[in-house]
């Protein structure tokens, strides 16, 4: 073997490294992202019914407006990432339709005209918030398909 096959090895390898490095970090943060958004879900579904209980049990904290725009923007950061990695390596935008609709009902819920209307509110960031989570989990079904080089594939 010569020196420049050695090297070509090596960079593979290192190559290769990176590679999977970024695709444990796309699954953990899909994985992350699934949990955090079904519970995002169930908060706001169970919303107008916790909010009558919250001044009661001294977490008035909890019904923070910036607090949920916060976890808003937090989710927004952590689908974008998640997702984008996810599409770098299979290709595929089904999760990032179920993402689009799922931001947007959870941006008008928090930041549009009905935030003060408990029970629209909580629909809108319901809905959103199991559609974030059904885009993290096919995002992690799709990196977990086997891929199939073919003659479409986009793939080295």
Known sequence: MSSSSAFIDTSASVNSATVQARSDLGERADRIGAIASTVCAVHCASWPFV??????????FLASEWLERGFV?????????????????????????????????IWFGSFGPLHHDV?????LMTLGGLFI????????????SPHVHGVDCRHD
């Open 51 to 60: 909010l009558a209980l919250l001044p009661a049990l001294g977490s008035s």
């Open 73 to 105: 923007l937090f989710a927004t950061a952590l689908v974008i990432g998640s997702l984008g990695l996810g599409y770098r390596q299979h290709q595929k935008a089904a999760a990032a339709a179920l993402a689009a609709p799922g931001l947007g009902l």
């Open 119 to 123: 029970v629209p509110h909580a629909v």
């Open 133 to 144: 989570a059904s885009a993290h989990l096919i995002n992690l079904r799709h990196k977990r």
